[in-house]
């Protein structure tokens, strides 16, 4: 008896098997994260390298190695990820009061920080990123992100939450566009408070690099004469390790 295994792909890897979904048939109903990555590996000899660099996502949620999944559950296979309002917002968390959100349309600086601003914070702090031009000599006439939404807000989530353990009392909202940004646009805003000025800082730094870490957002840059998916810069990437101390 075999099982049907299917597994959603993302920004390069879609590109590079030309689809946004590939099934594999396997003798097993269940499998470790590694040994699911193996039998890709050998079902797509050609993709080896691509595959070994990236993660399995299971059921929303980063699958290590040894964690075992079955060929019902809700699988992704997810290359590294990016370093880099009405019907605006594509998923958002209605219960943190919209505080984390994926959408298509400009962001607002304004309505990011407000999700933040509360009577006993006395400072609050927003970074903005934006598309730049030039990169090490190369001039970008756009990007266009991907994100798997679903995941994505999740991962948003569970940044607040850190952050809130890491400086209590501080609250976080990050919304984040996906689709065409272009030159000088605003592709992300990221506002933090807190009762004291310092906290706000660090806590400010912690969300952006923990989000180019584990939040399934992928950036694709395009230039006159070409364009690149542009995945994790910070290193071995490890999206299942936990943050730093």
Avoid at 201 to 219: G, M
Wanted: proline share 4%.
């Amino acid at each position: 008896m075999t099982f049907e295994w299917k597994l959603q792909l993302f920004a390069g890897l879609a590109e590079r098997f030309g689809t946004p979904n590939i099934t594999i048939m396997l003798e097993k109903e269940q499998l470790t994260a590694a040994q699911l990555k193996q039998a890709l590996i050998r079902e797509y000899a050609q993709h080896e390298s691509l595959l070994l660099v990236s993660f399995i996502a299971c059921n929303q949620a980063y699958a290590a190695d040894d964690e075992l999944i079955h060929a019902t559950d809700e699988l992704a296979l997810l290359p590294p990820v990016s370093g880099g309002e009405e019907t605006a917002a594509l998923a958002s968390d209605a219960n943190e009061d919209k505080r984390y959100a994926i959408t298509q349309n400009p962001i607002s600086v304004e309505a990011v920080t407000a999700l933040v601003i509360v009577p006993e914070h006395g400072a609050a702090l927003t970074f903005t990123g934006t598309t730049r031009e030039w990169t090490q000599g190369k001039r970008t006439t756009r990007l266009e992100y991907e994100a798997y939404i679903p995941m994505a807000i999740k991962t948003l989530r569970q940044i607040g939450d850190e952050i809130s353990v890491r400086w209590p009392g501080a609250l976080c909202a990050i919304t984040h566009r996906i689709g065409v940004v272009d030159i000088a646009e605003i592709s992300v805003v990221i506002a933090v408070s807190a009762p004291h000025r310092g906290d706000c800082y660090d806590a400010s730094r912690y969300a952006i690099e923990r989000l180019k870490q584990i939040v399934p957002i992928w950036k694709r840059e395009i230039w006159d004469d070409g364009s690149e998916w542009k995945g994790h810069q910070l290193g071995p990437w490890n999206p299942a390790a936990s943050a730093e101390q």
